[in-house]
Nanobody, 126 residues
C-alpha cells in the first residue's frame, strides 16, 4: 500500500487547511486510516483515526472541535479538515494505514501501523 499525502502549506493562525491522502496498491476498505504529526524536536503523535467504514472516529484532545477526519471509500482517500489553526499545530503530518484493526487501537499504538506516507508540512504563523 502506498500513501500519498497532500495539502500542507503555510497558513496564518486562525486559518484552515485540508489535508488529503490517497491510498493505492491495496483494498482501501480493509484499512483503518489515521493522521499523525511530528512537531520540531518532538516525537510523532496521534492526531486522528477513522474506522474502515468511516463511522467511528477518534481525535486527540489537542485538536478536538478544530480538526475533523473523514474518508471516501469510493475514492480511496482520507482527509483531515483543520480549522482554527494554531502555531502549535505546526508539524509534519503523516497519513497512516493499518490493515483491519480498530481506530481506537491505532490511535493508542503507533507500533501497530502497517503503512506510513511521506508526510506533508503544515506551518502555522502567529
Amino acid at each position: 500500500v502506498q500513501l500519498q499525502a497532500s495539502g500542507g502549506g503555510l497558513v496564518q493562525a486562525g486559518g484552515s487547511l485540508r489535508l488529503s491522502c490517497e491510498a493505492s496498491g491495496g483494498t482501501f476498505g480493509t484499512l483503518t486510516m489515521g493522521w499523525f504529526r511530528q512537531a520540531p524536536g518532538k516525537e510523532r503523535a496521534f492526531v486522528a483515526t477513522i474506522d474502515r467504514r468511516g463511522v467511528t472516529t477518534f481525535h486527540a484532545d489537542s485538536v478536538k472541535d478544530r480538526f475533523t477526519i473523514s474518508r471516501d471509500n469510493a475514492k480511496n482517500t482520507v482527509s483531515l479538515q483543520m480549522n482554527s489553526l494554531k502555531p502549535e499545530d505546526t508539524a509534519v503530518y503523516y497519513c497512516a494505514a493499518k490493515v483491519w484493526g480498530t481506530a481506537q487501537a491505532m490511535g493508542t499504538n503507533q507500533d501497530g501501523v502497517d503503512y506510513w506516507g511521506k508526510g506533508t508540512l503544515v506551518t502555522v504563523s502567529s
